[in-house]
């Protein structure tokens, strides 16, 4: 299906020099699996490499290229010392210093007598200049090479600048020359080159000013990516124009059934949500319907209302959850819902024996297992329904728009229905979802006490230490979310989930469990059943905890370098605790000095728990790019387009792209090509079904 001329770029970055098998797990890590994913690896900064005439004129602690003349090698004396080489630039003397040296390597590329060029880090240490395993070693004559802009890029623990860089290079000798998708006239407009051109010219940047979203360069790509995602929802949208829903009618008999086993009553939100869903699977038009509800507002009960009115009509009903955590908390949710009106459920998780999955898909494909519910696995080819009336998405900003439709694509005429508890403002919906119904859950169940959030210096640990003895003496339990799950590339790491949790558990014995995204499921699984059971007292967690997790005995949650939190991440983590009938605290632990920004931000947090206020809040303040995810500033699934600063090419990419389908230009064949490759480049490549004549 992908354009011939794109393969080298989705081969296995295996396939490059130096790239050996400890090598290629450090890349997929750093930036992902394919040729293609190292292309897309820019640099952050760059570096100005100027030689410096004399070490009396360096600025410590700075980047600094010297000649210099190796005067003598001073092995350690003892284990854990470093290997020291004094050298001198003709009046100023410099010791290198390399821990864990090969000694043999080092007398090779400093010999005596000989003079080098290096470059690394200049320090002064009790008045004597020092340099840390300098990053280049070379001779005199590489100094014209050597010197001037050379790219910073983002790595990872054990992979070198050096084996990145040549890596990086073999990569973009696969780049090829494509035919343009963009007019002429815009790319003079905005002063761009080639889609080729400008990758090659991110990985060679001649200032800073070339580095960096702000940048023309970066600004090409980020109008590529946003085209091949608007192209990608208008050409799904003209394949839906046609296409008539499935009439599933309303299921009175069996909703009144569900709803008076419910220990609650639906609250006027719910109620007159559920009106219009019910209305529009009963239309026979194609229901595509967002519902915004804020956390614990009771979306999963709307939705698996709807789920009855599909069952109750003959069909089936799929729910797709982005994580193992979240489907296998919808999947108990809805199995007791289920088995008390006697409907078959399934879960679908890669995690499934072979047994499960076999029976499980026979069943579907039979028609005898009304409701699936799962993660991707419910996406796999082999994995058909007898009859699909209606899909529910959860979290659906995760999914892709590939993703998404290949779901409901499996039953051609099913209605969809997409949840997020994360509300966004109608412009980014229709912007970012396509024409889409919206409905929204303000209200939140009676039963529901607000959560009181205070904000704590990190200085303070120690009175939140002993606030969480006398909350564990009360019988009640406690998240504490940390950023990072170990060290990785940050120049000052954040505390982590694993140096939080070994305090922790010093501090309270045997009460304390941990969980990050890297576990095995069954360890992930074992430790949320000792933490549900109130075996466990306090769970040390990454953001893995941020949606899907219900602990009703949960009162407290403590966010931790809670500034380098997302503002609606921030709100969903919160919302992991005031889901019983007790009080709950939010403590959000800072590290000063604060950034204005920051401040503002976490301020906004302690004053409202409206996530629909938060939201709009948070938009205004800086742009979108918080509250659909993790990511600072950007969107999910977005690799170059960030809202705050590429806002502008909106309008642009819509008006271009609305042009592009109507104009005879669509209908050329190489044309068509380019907007092929185009789609593939940002792996929409579902929407190839689309592509007239493709």
């Known amino acids: 299906m992908r354009p011939e001329i794109l393969d080298p770029l989705f081969h296995s970055h295996k396939t490059l020099a130096f790239v050996g098998p400890k090598t290629a797990v ?5 930036c992902g699996p394919l040729i293609i994913d190292l292309c897309f690896h820019f640099p952050i900064q760059i570096e100005e490499r100027q030689v410096c005439q004399a070490l009396r004129y360096a600025v410590p602690d700075t980047l600094q290229t010297l000649v210099v003349t190796v005067e003598a090698h001073h092995p350690p004396k003892s284990r ?18 390399f821990f864990n040296a090969n ?28 340099m840390i395993h300098p990053h280049h070693i070379g001779v005199e004559e590489g100094l014209e090479e050597w010197s001037g802009c050379r790219a910073v890029y983002p790595m990872t623990a054990g992979l070198s600048k050096k084996t990145l860089g040549k890596i990086i290079e073999g990569a973009l000798e696969k780049l090829p020359i494509l035919s343009e998708w963009i007019s002429p006239d815009l790319l003079e407009k905005y002063r761009w080159g080639s889609w080729r051109e400008t990758v090659m010219a991110l990985h060679h940047p001649q200032t800073i000013d070339d580095v960096g979203p702000e940048s023309a360069l970066y600004q090409r790509l980020a109008f590529d990516e946003l085209m091949a995602y608007h192209l990608t929802l208008k050409l799904l949208q003209q394949s839906q124009v046609k296409a008539f829903g499935l009439v599933l009618k309303a299921q009175d008999e069996l909703q009144d059934q569900f709803l008076s086993a419910l220990p609650f009553q639906l609250t006027n939100g719910q109620q007159a949500v559920f009106k ?26 709307v939705a698996f ?21 979240l489907a296998q908390q919808h999947y108990k949710t809805l199995k007791k819902w289920c088995d008390g009106l006697k409907i078959p459920v399934a879960l679908f998780t890669s995690s499934m024996t072979a047994k499960e999955r076999r029976e499980q898909r026979g069943a579907l494909a039979e028609g005898s297992l009304s409701l699936a519910v799962g993660t991707h696995a419910l996406l796999e080819n082999d994995v058909k329904f007898h009859s699909l009336g209606l899909v529910v998405i959860d979290e659906q900003h995760r999914f892709g728009v590939d993703q998404r439709s290949q779901l409901v694509q499996k039953g051609p005429h099913a209605h969809t229905l997409v949840m997020t508890a994360t509300p966004i403002p109608r412009t980014l919906a229709l912007a970012f979802y396509g024409e889409i119904s919206v409905s929204n859950l303000r209200e939140k169940p009676a039963e529901r006490k607000p959560i009181e959030t205070r904000l704590v210096p990190l200085e303070r640990l120690d009175e939140i230490y ?45 009460q304390v469990g941990f969980i990050h995204g890297r576990l095995s499921s069954e360890e992930k699984d074992r430790t949320m059943g000792d933490f549900k059971a109130g075996r466990l007292k306090i769970l040390v967690a990454t953001t893995v ?77 800086r742009g979108s790019g918080d509250f659909l995810g993790t990511r600072q500033s950007g969107l999910p699934g977005f ?38 490759c185009l789609l593939s480049l940002f792996q929409h490549d579902q929407a190839y079904l689309y592509l007239k004549g493709g």
């Open 466 to 510: 002993q606030r969480l003895t006398a909350i564990i003496k009360g019988g009640e339990q406690i998240y504490w979310v940390c950023p990072l799950v170990e060290e990785g590339v940050d120049e000052k790491p954040l505390g982590h989930v694993q140096e939080r949790y070994a305090i922790l558990r010093t501090l309270f014995k045997g």
């Open 26 to 30: 450090l890349l997929e890590k750093l």
């Open 545 to 621: 905890i941020e949606v899907g997790v219900d602990v009703p005995n949960a009162t407290v949650i403590v966010i931790e370098n809670a500034e380098k939190f997302g503002l609606f991440q921030l709100h969903q983590l919160r919302g992991r605790v005031g889901r019983g009938g007790a009080s709950s605290t939010c403590l959000l632990v800072y590290k000063n000095p604060l950034s204005a920004m920051a401040q503002e931000r976490l301020k906004i947090l302690r004053e409202t728990n409206d996530g629909f206020q938060i939201a709009e809040m948070d938009l205004k303040l």
């Open 103 to 130: 000694t043999r390597y080092l007398k090779t590329v400093l010999p005596v007598d000989s003079k080098r060029l290096i470059s690394g880090k200049v320090e002064k240490s009790f008045g004597l200049w020092q």
């Open 80 to 97: 854990g010392r470093p290997y020291r080489v004094t050298c001198h630039d003709g009046g100023t003397e410099i010791t290198l210093l």
């Open 276 to 301: 219009d869903i019910q209305q529009d699977l009963e239309s026979g038009k194609k229901m595509i319907r967002l519902l915004q509800g804020d956390v614990g507002s009771g979306k999963t009960v």
């Open 305 to 325: 209302m709807a789920m009855l009115q599909a069952i109750g009509s003959g069909h089936q009903a799929a729910l797709l959850a982005p994580t193992e955590i």
């Open 639 to 676: 690799r170059f387009f960030r809202f705050d600063t590429h806002f502008h090419l909106f309008k642009e990419v819509e008006t271009y792209v609305q042009k592009i389908l109507e104009a005879p230009l669509y209908k050329d064949k190489e044309f068509r090509e380019a907007l092929r």
